[in-house]
């Protein structure tokens, strides 16, 4: 049983929460730390050594093999405060590790300890190779982003209603219109951050960038669990952090000439959004019949594409003016991963862009406000 900070967890939280939790800070078998072996180096930590430091961008990946490393978060006036504490055969990192952000939290050693240490470099080179490593600390990165044990306060209704009578729901802040792993990294940064958020995966988020098929059931998903009760409980859970997720929806229509934007959903739902991510990836299908095509046919013609229907961004998109990276030649439209122009397709690249263009997002909104 892994140790908490105080306050950090309901004492006996509910059964669903409990399964959650278990997969956000999994204890590693020996097997699959010997696995992780040849990728680190092993070392010695005595009490109080600073691992990672909040705010520096020099990031590295930890597996405690004996000890305890308490992770720690910076509040108004310098105090620390403790969130969790690694045991034996757990690990340290979230999604930052794979983007270029600072890091967030501290983590230092709190017993004579001994680690197994990954540089960046090498925990990507592991995530690409070991595959059954790769889904266990993928899905942790992903449900640890999410926060959903913080229980954050966001959400609220968030979709509208094509029908007349019904009393229409708010305008979301952002919709991120596919689930793979682009979309799923979005989705978890931007609802983390406050950002009221729809995720809509379906048939066309099935892109085929290179260690995507590592993860079984990741596409369309907001955790990387595979279908049926799991889903159904990842999904409620998602509603604790400010997303509500629709992973087996598609988009099949998008409306730029009116703002906020409007897409219709599948089955004749309405969304409408300050500002959308593309994340839909490339075309599914058998590769010998489909040519090398992103899913990008549902937006009619509103944003600038090359002639396979990837997105151009920043300075290569016709008509924008501010060139933020990630956007469109519809301001306030992004584009990330295997739908981008020019993007590496590839499942961490993918992870990071989706992660990185959630800044950009804010500024978006930010400058729209005013």
Known sequence: MRVLAAGASPANPPADLAALHAQAFPMLPRALIERAAPYGEEMSAEPGRVLLNSGDREAAFYILLQGFAEVLEAEAGGTMRSLLIHRDGEFTGSLDLFTDRPNAVTVRANTPSRLLRLSRAALEALILTERPLAEIILRAFMLRRIGYLRQRPYGGAILRSVKRGEQEDSVMDLAVIGGGPAGLAAAAYAASEGLQTLLVGGSLSCGDAPGLDMLKGFPGTITGLCEGPLLHRAEDQSKRFGAHVLPLRSVSRFDGGCYPYRVWLDDGRLIEARSLIVATGRQAGDADTIPDQANTAWLDGWLDTDDQGYIHTG?????????????????????????????VKHVLASIAEGAAAVRVVHRFLDASAH
């Open 315 to 343: 300075r290569a998109a016709a008509g924008s003016m501010q060139a933020r990276a990630y956007e469109s030649s519809q301001p306030g439209v992004f584009a990330v991963g295997a739908a981008r122009a020019g993007s």
